[in-house]
C-alpha cells in the first residue's frame, strides 16, 4: 500500500512527454488489440493499451542519467500493477485477459519499449478484489489531499475554490471513514496505511498555515481522534469475556460442591 502515497505524481503525469518517438511505437503495439482473437475490436483494451506505453515509457526515462540508461523503480512498477488491475476490471476486461498476460501481449511486440532492467513482469498479478478496493480508497485519499494542499497555497486562488475545497474535505472523510470499516475484521496492512495518512492529513488540516484562507476545516470533518478500529476491537474482546463468563462458571460451580 505505500507506493499509493505517491499518487499525485503517478495520477498527473505531464503529457507529450517523447511524443515523437512514441507515437509510432503505441500504433504498432496496440494494434494488437484492434484486432484480437481474445478480445475483437476491443478499443477499450487499445486505449488502456496506449495510455500503459506512455506511463511505462515516462517512468522508464524521466530520470535517466549518463550513469542509469532506466529509471524504473520497485514502486513504479508496484503503481503499474495497480493501474493495470483497475482499468482492467474496471471495462470488465479482466475476465478477458490477465494483467499478465496483457503486459506479454505488449511485450511479444515490442520488446525495446520495456527494456528497464527493473522487471515489470515480477511485479504483476491479479489483486484480491477487496484489497483493489482498498488501494483505490487509499489512492483517492492522497490525490484529493494533493488537491487540499494545491488550494491551501495557493494565494490567487478564486473564490469558488472555496466550496471546491470543502468537497475535497468531505470527501476525504468519508472515503477514511469507509477504509477504516473496511479494517474491523481484517487488512491490518490497509490499516498501517490509513494510519500514516491520517497522520500527514490531520498536520496538513490542523496545523499547516491555511494561505488561502479557503481551507478551514469545519469540525465534523476532521478526523476522528479515537480509533474506530482499536475501540471496535476492544468491544469485541469485552463482549467475548462477558459472554464467556456463564460458560466458565458452569464448570466451576459444580466443581465447589464435589
Same mark, same amino acid.
Given at each position: 500500500?505505500? +507506493?499509493?502515497? &505517491?499518487?499525485?505524481?503517478?495520477? &498527473?503525469?505531464?503529457?507529450?512527454? #517523447?511524443?515523437?518517438?512514441?507515437?509510432?511505437?503505441?500504433?504498432?503495439?496496440?494494434?494488437?488489440?484492434?484486432?484480437?482473437?481474445?478480445?475483437?475490436? &476491443?478499443?477499450?483494451?487499445?486505449?488502456?493499451?496506449?495510455?500503459?506505453?506512455?506511463?511505462?515509457?515516462?517512468?522508464? *526515462?524521466?530520470?535517466?542519467?549518463?550513469?542509469?540508461? *532506466?529509471?524504473?523503480?520497485?514502486? #513504479?512498477?508496484?503503481?503499474?500493477?495497480?493501474?493495470?488491475?483497475?482499468?482492467?476490471?474496471?471495462?470488465?476486461?479482466?475476465?478477458?485477459?490477465?494483467? &499478465?498476460?496483457?503486459?506479454?501481449?505488449?511485450?511479444?511486440?515490442?520488446?525495446?519499449? +520495456?527494456?528497464?532492467?527493473?522487471?515489470?513482469?515480477?511485479?504483476?498479478?491479479?489483486?484480491?478484489?477487496?484489497?483493489?478496493?482498498?488501494?483505490?480508497?487509499?489512492?483517492?485519499?492522497?490525490? =484529493? *489531499?494533493?488537491?487540499?494542499?494545491?488550494?491551501?497555497?495557493?494565494? #490567487?486562488? =478564486?473564490?469558488?475554490?472555496?466550496?471546491?475545497?470543502?468537497?475535497?474535505? /468531505?470527501?476525504?472523510?468519508?472515503?477514511?471513514?469507509?477504509?477504516?470499516?473496511?479494517?474491523?475484521?481484517?487488512?491490518?496492512? +490497509?490499516?498501517?496505511?490509513?494510519?500514516? +495518512?491520517?497522520?500527514?492529513?490531520?498536520?496538513?488540516?490542523?496545523?499547516?498555515?491555511?494561505?488561502?484562507?479557503?481551507?478551514?476545516?469545519?469540525?465534523?470533518?476532521?478526523?476522528?481522534?479515537?480509533?474506530?478500529?482499536?475501540? /471496535?476491537?476492544?468491544?469485541?474482546?469485552?463482549?467475548?469475556?462477558?459472554?464467556?463468563?456463564?460458560?466458565?462458571?458452569?464448570?466451576?460451580?459444580?466443581?465447589?460442591?464435589?
Amino acid at each position: 500500500y505505500t +507506493f499509493l502515497r &505517491n499518487s499525485p505524481y503517478y495520477g &498527473n503525469l505531464p503529457p507529450g512527454y #517523447d511524443k515523437d518517438t512514441l507515437e509510432q511505437k503505441k500504433n504498432e503495439v496496440c494494434s494488437i488489440f484492434t484486432n484480437n482473437i481474445v478480445a475483437p475490436e &476491443n478499443t477499450s483494451l487499445k486505449e488502456i493499451c496506449e495510455k500503459f506505453m506512455y506511463m511505462y515509457n515516462y517512468l522508464n *526515462k524521466i530520470n535517466k542519467s549518463p550513469k542509469e540508461d *532506466k529509471t524504473i523503480t520497485d514502486e #513504479d512498477c508496484h503503481f503499474m500493477n495497480y493501474w493495470l488491475n483497475v482499468n482492467l476490471r474496471d471495462k470488465n476486461i479482466d475476465e478477458e485477459i490477465c494483467v &499478465n498476460d496483457f503486459y506479454e501481449k505488449l511485450k511479444s511486440k515490442d520488446t525495446s519499449i +520495456f527494456s528497464s532492467t527493473t522487471k515489470l513482469e515480477d511485479h504483476l498479478h491479479v489483486i484480491e478484489s477487496g484489497h483493489l478496493k482498498n488501494m483505490q480508497l487509499l489512492y483517492e485519499l492522497y490525490d =484529493t *489531499k494533493q488537491k487540499i494542499t494545491d488550494i491551501m497555497f495557493d494565494e #490567487d486562488v =478564486t473564490v469558488d475554490k472555496k466550496e471546491l475545497c470543502q468537497e475535497h474535505l /468531505e470527501k476525504c472523510y468519508h472515503n477514511y471513514i469507509e477504509g477504516m470499516n473496511n479494517c474491523l475484521y481484517g487488512y491490518d496492512d +490497509f490499516y498501517e496505511a490509513l494510519k500514516l +495518512f491520517e497522520r500527514d492529513y490531520k498536520y496538513l488540516t490542523e496545523k499547516v498555515t491555511n494561505e488561502s484562507g479557503y481551507c478551514k476545516i469545519s469540525e465534523n470533518l476532521r478526523l476522528p481522534e479515537n480509533d474506530l478500529v482499536l475501540d /471496535e476491537k476492544q468491544r469485541r474482546i469485552m463482549t467475548t469475556k462477558i459472554m464467556s463468563t456463564p460458560l466458565i462458571l458452569l464448570f466451576v460451580i459444580p466443581l465447589l460442591y464435589k
